[in-house]
T-cell receptor, first 111, second 112 residues
Framework: DAKTTQPPSMDCAEGRAANLPCNHS???????VYWYRQIHSQGPQYIIH???NNETNEMASLIITEDRKSSTLILPHATLRDTAVYYC????????????FGGGTRLMVKP | DAGVTQSPTHLIKTRGQQVTLRCSPK?????VSWYQQALGQGPQFIFQ???????QRGNFPDRFSGHQYPNYSSELNVNALLLGDSALYLC???????????FGPGTRLLVL
């Protein structure tokens, strides 16, 4: 699976949009971009995933560049409860896939 | 609909002992993966079970073994515990589309 690069930490003001970048320049054509987050001492929580089109759900939006070498996770109105470590993962989706977690981005939402 | 559940939530063992951790997947899911998360690091893949067989394995020694039952629940066994095995052990399950893995709350193991 391709490797990802994320900034180690970011701050965001409560109520503002949080834009978390991820670089995955070696991504291959059959690999998806996944985002998970982990609130302190809890299990990772699935947020969203996509292949090449932008995706949106009730939690967030995922913007993937046309060349698929980078992506941005957008939390439109960050709250204090969004403070967590956010992991960007590139993985093939098939019966035997495993998720390779990097260091992630520690997002701190401040009042 | 219950999500992924794990037991116990916390566990303290001493070096050399053996431990068994349990996982019940989300309803309708047939694939279970196990991850180890050391303090301050991201989760590391241990292995995955499907149709009661280990399908894929990460870079972990044979002291780590597992089992999956016909009802899709799973166990993670660790023998000859080392201090370095202290970690949060996470179980994740996935279903028919295999696109998304859902994680349980984890079992925190402390080896003294």
């Amino acid at each position: 699976d391709a490797k990802t690069t994320q900034p180690p930490s970011m701050d965001c003001a409560e109520g503002r949009a949080a834009n978390l970048p991820c670089n995955h320049s070696t991504i291959s054509g059959n690999e998806y971009v996944y985002w998970y987050r982990q609130i302190h001492s809890q299990g990772p929580q699935y947020i969203i995933h996509g292949l090449k089109n932008n995706e949106t759900n009730e939690m967030a939006s995922l913007i993937i560049t046309e060349d698929r070498k980078s992506s941005t996770l957008i939390l439109p109105h960050a709250t204090l409860r969004d403070t967590a470590v956010y992991y960007c993962i590139v993985s093939r989706t098939y019966a035997g896939n495993m998720l390779t977690f990097g260091g992630g981005t520690r997002l701190m939402v401040k009042p | 609909d219950a999500g992924v559940t794990q037991s116990p939530t916390h566990l303290i063992k001493t070096r050399g002992q053996q431990v068994t951790l349990r996982c019940s997947p989300k309803s309708g899911h047939d694939t279970v993966s196990w991850y180890q998360q050391a303090l301050g690091q991201g989760p590391q893949f241990i292995f995955q079970y499907y149709e009661e067989e280990e399908r894929q394995r990460g870079n972990f020694p044979d002291r780590f073994s597992g089992h999956q039952y016909p009802n899709y629940s799973s166990e993670l066994n660790v023998n000859a515990l080392l201090l370095g095995d202290s970690a949060l052990y996470l179980c994740a399950s996935s279903g028919d589309n295999k696109e998304t893995q859902y994680f349980g709350p984890g079992t925190r193991l402390l080896v003294l």
